[in-house]
């Protein structure tokens, strides 16, 4: 017997045991003989992680598709890993070192430190796998990767080694988002940008001697210059003084007249003497600021690429740890005249953190009458999501991937459609980002991670190699005598002093950006390099579930590297999920404090609730808004799908033994099985589209609505009638349309209906399987004259109760039913369920007329018209006057709403996410506004 409630914090540990012991997840489990292949890789969480609501969202969607596919047969691996966060782990052991007061990792070396790291990994990392289970996420554990296992790290080395050989992996000095807390390289997903309240500083930057121009300083309505004065200087802006130092331009636009004559002659660094050119470059927006802008190519993303196009000198100002480096910087000195005021800026700033030097540059600026104005400036800083400081753009000898060309093919894929994003929108984005890819800068300066296989020697140099031994053997060719391989400072002085028997290597201390290894996460997780299996059958992959973020970072890495090496695209389909933002619609921060913790949620409601909440909002191309009534809600549902199953054991329902639903007889029964098979296809399409909301909807629409609210209302009467026939029948039909629900909800809710499934087979034979090793339900032959009788006796009953709440009738009155302009189909359908209709739309008659009776509200269903005769029943003016005050409220909220909208002013600045807010509110209150008139017109033809 079903116990009176169900309780998830019990059943939810012990079901999932169950499935682990019976090997359920395991790959190919229940498939068919010779069925096709199904896989999904999961997008590998950090190993310093812990679940999130992202994680909640994109893992309970790829678990419907695996727990769908592998119930429809499907040969189905889910493949689960974790990726080893340079960065992120890193921190998380050093930090744990300095709370323990042991020595740091430079005092314990590099060796030491990576064992520490391996030690923290084995006692604390990957609890998130727990809580990914906690959820109920069915991957085959048994095959669990890491991006620092054995197999990963040979297939990297691999990688490296061979995309060197092909010139596609090289070195370079380009400018790179660097953290001078960390002292590393970041990619842009580890750049966070930060509104910061500071300042634009206007500098005069004094032409070459005896040059000038005439700068407008008056204008017109029209903005057409009415004054000039004679200016020897040109006024530039810039919101970080201290890289001023670092200037080899001024560029203007070539379009704008102010300048023209000005390009091609030259301004004077201030405070250093450096002589530097006017450029022509279109970067230079007239509109903003003077129309003038700085160039430090070395400081800078953007002015990088206009030192390239104009061949500018690139030279970098601060050091690792962005302190101004100035006195023994070879870049900075060359051809700058000796003067008064180059000491004393190599005196006062040399040295300087960036920020003390910004202040003492302004200070200079002014003191040397070279600050034209300060303006207050609110601005986007970038900020290292790990160290927490402003990021700097850093001129550095890195590793870069020729992403251009590794690009080409993943573009085609997509334009030529072998591999498809769902919602296609994303496809834009991927192009965009593809078709202007720059080199992936793929070294960091950390000691966790893929050391890179590079070794050097002297006189430049460089061998690349799978093994130390490898690159000794390379190095031995190339210089003809012995080699051994020292650390790097042992290297140098060899070098420097010739000490030594042998040459001297040394190995590149860098190692790899964590997203190269992600990189190949398809394949490598399924064996390669080796020719496995695995790899042959579950390659490539049917679908990548994933958020729009790291299209980018990792979709589009996988597709280069897939296609490069496996000669075929990784997967078939891109589903691209949408964010979970709060109830306002707002995204989730600590600093909001609107973080909703899904591992609470999960003991407050359960795993099922969260997830069929999470599915039911999953709308394509829509972000979640996440409310915890919402979980509470679907927590509901599965109350009542609880109650049902007990109410039907209860009342005897017991599905016999090779139950045929084709053979039921009673109209009800034959209406309820082509409602299932309905049910069914509804949520098989969906989820084949990738539509989670509509499959979750169709399958909450038939449980809630369909079977526990009418089907099992109209069963109460057979139960407790004296049919013994009709009641067998009904029985048995009510327990095999639970089955099927079972079937249809389980990839939703696993962990409800596998306890349903268990324990709803008293009396009937043992099942022959857990119902995550089930078939999925099949094509259903409906009857479709029961199914529009029946769907015709819920609509009546539906449209009678909502005017009946519509025009505010008691609850207990009673009210005659006259239908007027009834078929004989109408009419025999009404004699047949009369006590029905009566009984639960609280008709006291129910007549056929052949006009409506005077003050009657009126409903046309099909070919009839129902009327509820209220003119003595309700108080006409006290309804009309109730109606009108509403409708006046409505009408108030709209003006207001709309008043809002029209403001652009609004619109431009509000938050995305409350502008939403406000057209979904008008919305909500257009729909109040139609059924309120919609009731004014019913007690229009009541008078």
Known sequence: MLDKTYEAAAVEPRIYEAWEQAGAFRAGAGAEPGAASYSIVIPPPNVTGSLHMGHALNNTLQDILVRFERMRGRDVLWQPGMDHAGIATQMVVERQLAERQEPG?????????????????????????????????????????????????????????????????????????????????????????????????????????????????????????????????????????????????????????????????????????????????????????????????????????????????????????????????????????????????????????????????????????????????VHMVPHGDRGGVPIEPYLTDQWYVDAATLAKPAIASVREGRTAFVPKAWEKTYFEWMENIQPWCISRQLWWGHQIPAWYGPDGGLFVEKSEAEAIAAAQEKYGRPVEVVEMGEALRRWETGEGDRIALHRDEDVLDTWFSSALWPFSTLGWPDKTEELANYYPTSVLVTGFDIIFFWVARMMMFGLHYMKTEPFKTVYIHALVRDEKGQKMSKSKGNVINPLELIDEFGADALRFTLAAMAAQGRDIKLATNRVAGYRNFATKLWNAARFVEMNGGTRPERFNPATVRQTVNRWIVTETGRCGAAVTEALEGYRFNEAAGAAYRFVWNTYCDWYLEFAKPIFNGADEEAKAETRATAAWVLDEILKVLHPFMPFLTEELWARTVEGAAPRANLLALTRWPGAIVGDEDAAAEINWLVDVITQVRSVRAEMNVPAGAQVPLVITGAGPVTATRLETHGALISRLARCETITLADAPPQGSAQIVIGEATYCLPLAGIIDLSAERARLSKELGKIDEEISRINKKLSNQKFVDNAPEEVVEGEREKRADYAARRAKVDEALARLAGLA
């Open 105 to 377: 990792r430079r005092d314990m070396g590099r060796e030491a430190f990576v064992q520490r790291v391996w030690d923290w990994k084995a006692e604390s990392g990957g609890m998130i796998f727990n809580q990914l289970k906690r959820l109920g996420a069915s991957c085959d554990w048994s095959r669990e990767r890491f991006t620092m296992d054995e197999g990963l790290s040979r297939a990297v080395l691999d990688v490296f080694v061979s995309l060197f050989k092909e010139g596609l992996i090289y070195k370079d000095k380009r400018l790179v988002n660097w953290d001078p807390k960390l002292h590393t390289a970041i990619s842009d997903l580890e750049v966070q940008q930060i509104e910061v309240k500071g300042n634009l500083w206007h500098f005069r930057y004094p032409l070459e001697k005896g040059e000038t121009y005439q700068a407008p300083v008056a204008f017109d309505d029209d903005g057409k210059p009415t004054e000039f004065e004679t200016r020897d200087y040109i006024v530039v802006a810039t919101t970080r003084p201290e890289t001023m130092l670092g200037d080899t331009a001024v560029a203007v636009n070539p379009e704008d007249e102010r300048y023209k004559d000005l390009i091609g002659k030259y301004v004077i660094l201030p405070l250093v003497g450096r002589r530097i050119p006017i450029v022509g470059d279109d970067y230079a927006d007239p509109e903003a600021g003077s129309g003038a802008v700085k160039i430090t190519p070395a400081h800078d993303f953007n002015d990088f690429e206009v030192g390239k196009r104009h061949n500018l000198a690139m030279i970098s100002v601060l050091d690792r740890e962005a302190t101004v480096t100035l006195a023994e910087n070879e870049d900075f000195l060359a051809g700058v005249p000796q003067s008064e005021q180059l000491a004393r800026t190599l005196a006062e700033l040399d040295g300087k953190e960036r920020f003390a030097a910004r202040k003492l540059v302004v200070a200079m600026m002014e003191e040397a009458g070279c600050l034209d104005r300060i303006e207050d400036h």
